[in-house]
């Protein structure tokens, strides 16, 4: 079973993408911010990191930053961002294989993402480089 | 639409809420359980889950009682009702509730062996109170799962929207626009076909999944409503729902725009009337629009043509010349990578390019044999009177560029201005290239036509001198595809060329 980690400051929009995601099959750890996210992923590797650009005390970006080149997140992450500020970042964010969606999100493209990420290359366990498949 | 969520994972919300109605005060032996289909993860009583199911809930259907697998399952043994005991001996009383639109069973267990066969009268109060609580709670959790199923399709629509709005901007075809919308709407409201019924009664399908195959005749009606009333209508087609709205025409008229969903699936709503409305609406306008953008250009075109009609008509002996310009430029401009827009503009450009020529007098433009210098001064002038023609006329820069600096050369050596390099506009360097390819291929009062290769060679001879390199290896490229994909077309053109239909004359 998959275990996502979803990371959002906004409690409304957590909810849903949490009761999204579980519908779909999948295992979600809710956090509502980063540091909180840093914690629980450091506690119990997930599959699939969601996450929020800005939130408070730790954004999207330093969380991904904190989580990167660690086994916590093993398969990817999703980033969620605003519509205006979605071509640069979604440029930015590409450019390290990191998946963009804008907000509010459509719920088809997020659980084909995120289903995509779980499917495409596997990690092996202790974080090691994704084979070439 | 896809995006819909049921109540889920409510398993520990109910776990939480017996435990808590459990409490530390009563029993320590006695528990509150909720088990049954709709249950996710199933909470059987703590005693059952400690005493016989070995601490695992997933141990429900191997080594659970019949009473516990049957509850499962949302069966309740009629005894249980009241009170009796349970295979392990343990006194049980037991309520039907209902979870998750599914039947479930609330059960409370009294361990204290060998203890009263009846379960006392407050433990039966307290499942009835938790009966209670347990249906409350699920009302509200299928009450959030409905409120979140509404965000989420609205979400899903506003992506839907957003998309759409965007990819139709990139559309100049009427015809795409139409069923790139009808295509959107049927995502957007969930059909399984889609089309327009035009003002005029054709049926021009956009989606058509078999399961809505649906015969043009059988929306007959709810069209003539649609065209009677001008506004949306719901009905039925056959045994499908239908949805139809009016696309206003430019000319007043209406189409009338259709999505249908399957057999059996549910009736359009509301909610989706609205959608449809303010989608077609907004269709509508940028149809429209056009629509007139496209008569606009066809205008445009026509004076393009009375044009170059005036310029052959002037320099009968190089007829079809500027039509073959204005062909040549196009497939040179595509072959650059240019926009359709870019490449209708360069075409003009090249059927133009020598309209200047009509301020020219007829005596020196037909002049057969060699022109004196002050005869050859006054043909150079044509770039600037060409201009000077499509100044007032001439909306795009595109257009003058390439009239104007036509005969501008690399060197520097060119006329009017003498510009060098990449000072001249790339639309000029290749109506350059363009202009003297068909001029070489062209038998002159003075000189047979060249064949197309040697022409070819004078062309690449000429590179870098009098002809821009990059606009002639485009040229070339373009010129050998051509050949090469369509040889037919490429015969009719320029078969009567020497060279035409052979591969590499030497
Ligand atoms: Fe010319």
Redesign the interface.
Known sequence: MSRILVAEDDPHIL??IS??L??QGHTVVEARNGIAARELAQAEPVDVLVCDVNMPGLDGLSLIEALRSTAHVRRGVVVLTN?WDHGDLRDRLAAEGIQVL?K??????LSEVVAALLAAVSVEPGGREPGAT | MSSSIAPTNGGRLFGDLLRGLSGPSGPESRSLGLVGPGVHPPQPPEHCLRLCLGGSVDAIPRRGCALLAGAARGEIPADALRNGRCPAGCAVAARSVRVNGEPAVLLTVNGELPGPAVAGADLLGQLDRAQELVQRVDELLAENAGFANEVLQNYEQLNLIFDLTREIAQITESRAIERLLMQRLARLLVGHGAGVCSAEGEWRAAVADESAAVAPAALEAIVAQVKAQRQVQVGTAGNAAVIAGPLARLDGRVDVACVLRAPGAAPFGAGDMLLLESLLTFGGQILSNNTLHERLRQMSLEVVRALVAAIDKKDHYTSGHSERGGFLTRLTAQELGCSPAEQQTMEWAGLLHDVGKIGVPEEILCKPGKLTPEEFEVIKQHPRMGYEILRPIASFELVLDGVLYHHEYPDGTGYPAGLRGDAIPLVARIIHVVDTFDALTSTRSYRQAYPIERALEVIRAEMGTRIDPEAAEAFFRAFERYRREQPEDFHVRFGALRGGTVEASP
Do not use: D, I, M, Y
């Open positions: 909810r849903l009761l999204w579980t519908r519509r804008p509010p999100f459509s719920p088809t493209r």
